[in-house]
């Protein structure tokens, strides 16, 4: 039998999310999927016991761990910092590079270093894959990346824009240019990945130039919980006038800011459930993230030069037609006429259409297109699959002729 099949891991500091995925012909069908949540909590001690019950999971669903069918592991990781701008075979070498990473990155790294030790453990045979969070937007230039701070302060401690959400942004800005029938190499796009943490990113034929989030996911747009851009001096101010600590505004900007500092409410649904009350706190919080996110999309304009598409994804850019069209409105002069009819069309209404577009993920399509047909630029819902990125990147690695591997998988069989 060959090895056809990836499984993806995306290790958080609680929770383990995991999706079985079969990389046959290019197909990415998957096979099984899951999360074991509350790690640390109760029942599930760790996360050594946390992978064991995804490994119980797939074997109840006679998808074991121990199939030859299985070809690799891939691992979502956060931060690759400068060093890992690609899909990482990892070795031993690899997983202490990640961990001198974790000063990037205190809240993720560690996450994902224990689901790769512990993966290794379970079948130390197997190919273990890191996909990076951060690798889409190592082609940023530097004129992008750069903060315009003091060098030596900068090199010194690795401070510059790495940016975030990467395999989303890969995945979506490929999706849309198919969607629009276009070689990726002659599509520029700008996407909004807009869930609970949200970053934009401009795309120039396949390879992004700028990102909105920086040395760690706060930076760009209002999220959830999290403030975006704000005046660095914001927190020398609350230093010296509230003695507030650099956790407790750690702590302040990205737990208790961002749409739920402003209303009481991170969900985008309930703030538009408020807002039909005529709810002014969530108003204001709506008219805070869209104001914002119509900065960016200027930006992102100027960026590009030219721009063929922008792409809505993730929770609120899939499911928000108001935040859609509010972040569309009025954006003629730019070249976008968006079909309020069409932005309005729940996707599930809409499965006849979907996969008209011809073509597509498995089960799936690339997206669907929002703008009104004589728009010069399209507007687009694309739904992100970062697993099947993961998956993809992974098997692409692994299936690689050998000479091409650093260090030869060996294979049950
Ligand atoms: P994500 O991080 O991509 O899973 O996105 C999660 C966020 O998507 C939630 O916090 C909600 O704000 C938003 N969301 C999910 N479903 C909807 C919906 N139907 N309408 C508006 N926002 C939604």
């Known amino acids: 039998m060959s090895a056809t099949r990836v499984l993806v891991l995306n290790s958080g500091s609680s929770s383990v999310k995991y999706q079985l995925l079969d990389m046959a012909g290019g197909a990415g069908e998957r096979l099984a999927s899951g999360i074991v949540e509350r790690i640390g909590q109760g029942e599930v001690a760790d996360h050594t016991a946390a992978l064991k019950r995804v490994a119980a999971e797939l074997a109840a669903a006679g998808l074991g761990l121990d199939s030859p069918a299985l070809a690799a592991v891939g691992h979502r990781v956060v931060h690759g910092g400068t060093r890992f701008t690609e899909p990482t075979l990892i070795d031993d070498g690899v997983v202490a590079a990640i961990e001198d990473l974790v000063p990037l990155a205190p809240l993720h790294n560690p996450a994902n270093i224990t689901g790769i030790k512990v993966a290794r453990e379970l079948r130390p045979d197997l190919p273990q894959v890191a996909v990076f969070d951060t690798a889409f937007h190592s082609t940023i230039p530097e004129a992008a990346a750069r903060y315009a701070i003091d060098a030596a302060t900068a090199d010194a401690h690795g401070v510059r824009r790495y940016g975030f959400h990467g395999t989303s942004h890969a995945y979506v800005s490929r999706a849309a240019a198919r969607l629009l029938g276009k070689d990726v190499s002659d599509t520029n796009a700008i996407v909004l990945h807009l869930g609970n943490g949200a970053s934009a990113s401009a795309v120039r034929g396949g390879v992004c130039v700028d990102t909105s989030m920086g040395l ?136 006849a259409s979907g996969g008209s577009w011809g073509g597509g993920p498995p089960g799936g399509s690339w997206g669907r297109l929002i703008s009104a047909v004589d728009s010069r630029v399209a507007v687009a819902v694309v739904p992100t699959d970062e697993e099947l990125e993961i998956a993809t990147e992974t098997y692409a690695l692994v299936s690689a002729a050998p000479s091409d591997v650093p260090t030869a998988p060996i294979f049950r069989s």
């Not at 101010?237 to 702590?251: F, K, P, Y």
């Not at 739920?260 to 985008?268: I, K, Q, R």
């Not at 792409?311 to 609120?316: K, L, M, P, W």
Request: glycine share 14%; with cysteine; aromatic share 6%.
């Open 216 to 351: 760690t996911p706060l930076e760009g747009l209002v999220m959830g919980t999290r403030s975006g851009d704000i005046d660095p001096a914001v927190i020398f101010h609350l230093s010296r006038v509230a003695g507030m600590s650099t956790d407790e505004t750690d702590t302040l900007l990205n737990k208790r800011s961002g749409l739920l500092g402003l209303c009481g409410d991170n969900d985008m649904r309930e703030i538009g459930r408020r807002m039909g009350e005529g709810d002014e706190r969530a108003q204001l919080a709506f008219d805070v993230y869209i104001h914002r996110l119509r900065k960016y999309v200027g930006a992102y304009f100027a960026v590009l030069g030219r721009v063929d598409v922008v792409a809505f994804t993730a929770g609120v850019g899939e499911n928000s037609a108001a935040v859609r069209e509010a972040a569309m409105h009025g954006l003629g002069g730019l070249g976008i006429e968006l079909d309020t009819v069409r932005n309005a069309l729940r996707a599930s209404s809409e499965g």
